[in-house]
């Protein structure tokens, strides 16, 4: 399981180490996806650490 916090509308934070296993299951289902560099709150911070 890959740790993600989920947003609205069907977005999505994951992990920068994660990026490519997730694009390649979004190309392999032909979803379409946008990629933004964010930076997490320190609350969605351990979220993603704790997951």
């Known amino acids: 399981m890959i ?6 509308d069907g977005n999505f934070m994951i992990p920068e180490g994660k990026k490519n296993k ?7 289902n032909n979803a379409s996806y946008r990629l933004w560099r964010v930076i997490p ?3 969605e911070l ?3 650490i704790t997951n």
């Open 41 to 43: 709150t320190q609350d």
């Open 46 to 48: 351990q979220k993603l």
């Open 22 to 28: 997730v694009i390649n299951f979004l190309e392999k």
């Open 3 to 8: 740790p993600s916090i989920r947003y609205e």
